[in-house]
């Protein structure tokens, strides 16, 4: 069924902007995944007909759709674009993982994120339609889960305003404490992203922007495709990072940017394919996730060129600060995650006075910026300890040079963060303890020579009793999940102790490092 010119327009946010430019020719090839290519006109249409399918069901503004498919697949973005168009916002419920969605999440912790949210509207598709259907049981009869081959009326979509103030997407955080948390993120701040990423995507005289994506689209690169396809580029979609593909990719798609993790980075640079890769094409390689050696920036700037943006950021904030290209070539910058976004605003502040520190000083980084969450959900608590006079409290140690850069040191709190993943030691050692034979466990952070964080656990049996290392991290993953699994684990017959009485982690780190340099 034809739908009129403009029939989008009572919408008026970026969905509008991404259907204009999908319907300005038609024709044009926008989306590659898997062995499928979908051209703007078909992406279009079925952004449409899910949009008409999902307010058939009482999808629109006030109400939340879930997101379950194969991961970063077009199902993914038609999803939400249809959920938005309607004034719905949504939430993905595969995973939580920033730099990757390779492992699902537990049943039980999807079932949570949809009561909690209360997702009205399930979308699926046919790869996970068994476990969103397991998912609406479990409901009881408060969510419908719309199938893969459920047939809409496009013209039924009616398309309802975008209120800025209004809930967007519902985010979530990598789950360290072994609950995700749910970040409540408005239409004006989604808007604003996809808004300020296309005007540094796509300058007038650079040409089609082309993506390529892989890491998940549930979290920071989303916003990136968004603002791709509202400029009239393409998007080529990859469900994981895999050095060899995305060689291949940028090759065959000329791809123009592409973002990864910084250990993804590392893989790149470490696969042999890359001296003879032609990245002729690529005009941004943005990394983020986790603080970068900065022998490994050397490498990567001597090897790629000037196309490195590093990048800071947090689910709550959005995008903070940003080493562009330029700043890559100074080599007393790589130990920087560089000065903030035009749109932003930092400062580093005392964090127990709550008062500014002067520039050199060490302290908690705060950012306020059009791209913060309205709070966390259904967590007011939480919330008001984040968010504080329009600020956003990062959690970051940090301090600001003379020129402005930001130089991160770590965490207020004891975490480590792992493939991505903020973890706290204590929840994993709590865990541990639940082990009929463990008498002792202590689990912390140890960097290797490229900076990259591993959590690393010691384990001391109680007398007589046997544990293995395969043992321990079978009992983590069961009760927590795979990212909360040490990379190494120890059988102590003690652990040494502090002088409170604690298992003393400076020393078994120590003892862990001088291991590993030795080795």
Not at 33 to 60: C, I, K, N, P, Y
Request: net charge negative; aromatic share 4%; with cysteine.
């Amino acid at each position: 069924m034809a739908l009129p010119d403009n029939w989008w327009a009572p919408h008026d946010g970026y969905v509008a902007r991404i259907l204009s430019a999908l319907t300005t020719d038609p024709g044009r090839p926008v989306l590659h995944w898997r062995d499928e290519t979908l051209t703007a006109g078909q992406f279009a249409a079925s952004v449409a007909g899910t949009a008409g399918v999902l307010r058939s069901l009482g999808a629109g503004p006030d109400t939340v759709v879930g997101i379950l498919t194969a991961s970063n697949s077009p199902g993914m973005l038609r999803a939400r674009y249809a959920a938005h168009l309607l004034g719905a916002a949504v939430c993905h419920v595969r995973s939580t993982n920033p730099g990757s969605s390779a492992d699902p999440l537990p049943v039980e912790t999807q079932l949570r994120i949809l009561l909690d949210t209360r997702v009205r509207v399930l979308v699926t598709d046919a790869e996970n339609s068994e476990r969103a259907h397991l998912l609406a049981g479990r409901c009881r009869g408060r969510l419908t889960v719309v199938s893969p081959g459920t047939a809409g009326r496009p013209d039924a979509a009616r398309p309802a305003a975008w209120h800025a103030p209004a809930l967007a997407v519902i985010g979530f955080t990598s789950g360290s404490t072994g609950r995700p948390k749910g970040t409540r993120l408005s239409a004006a701040a989604w808007d604003n992203l996809v808004e300020v990423t296309g005007q540094a995507f796509g300058a007038p005289d650079t040409g089609e922007a082309r993506l390529l994506v892989t890491t998940p689209l549930s979290h920071t690169v989303a916003t990136m495709a968004d603002a791709v396809l509202a400029g009239g580029g393409s998007v080529v979609l990859h469900e994981q990072f895999e050095p060899d593909a995305v060689l291949r990719a940028v090759a065959g798609h000329r791809i123009t940017h592409t973002f990864m993790a910084t250990a993804h980075l590392y893989q790149l640079l470490d696969h042999s394919g890359l001296p003879h890769a032609d990245l002729s094409s690529l005009r941004q390689l943005i990394y983020t996730g986790s603080a970068a050696a900065p022998a490994r920036i050397a490498e990567a700037v001597r090897l790629l060129g000037p196309v490195l943006v590093q990048g800071y950021g947090t689910t709550e904030s959005g995008r903070i600060t940003f080493l562009h290209p330029g700043d890559h070539q100074d080599q007393a910058l790589h130990t920087t995650v560089g000065r903030p976004f035009g749109e932003n605003e930092i400062a580093v502040h005392d964090p127990d006075t709550e008062e500014e520190v002067a520039p050199g000083v060490v302290g908690e980084v705060w950012v306020r910026s059009p791209n913060l969450m309205d709070g966390y959900w259904a967590d007011p608590a939480s919330s008001l300890r984040a968010l504080h006079r329009g600020w956003y409290r990062t959690g970051d140690l940090g301090r600001l040079d003379e020129r402005g850069y930001l130089h991160l040191l770590g965490r207020i709190a004891d975490v480590v963060k792992t493939d991505g993943v903020l973890v706290h030691p204590d929840v994993v050692e709590r865990r541990i303890l639940t082990m009929p034979g463990a008498a002792q466990a202590a689990v912390f952070g140890v960097r290797d020579s490229d900076l990259v964080e591993h959590l690393h656990a010691a384990v001391a049996p109680r007398p007589g009793a046997r544990l293995s290392i395969e043992d321990v991290k079978a009992h983590i993953a069961a009760g927590l999940s795979a990212g909360h699994v040490p990379t190494e684990v120890s059988i102590l017959d003690e652990l040494p102790l502090n002088a409170g009485g604690k298992p003393d982690k400076h020393r078994l780190r120590l003892a862990t490092t001088s291991a590993t340099v030795e080795a």
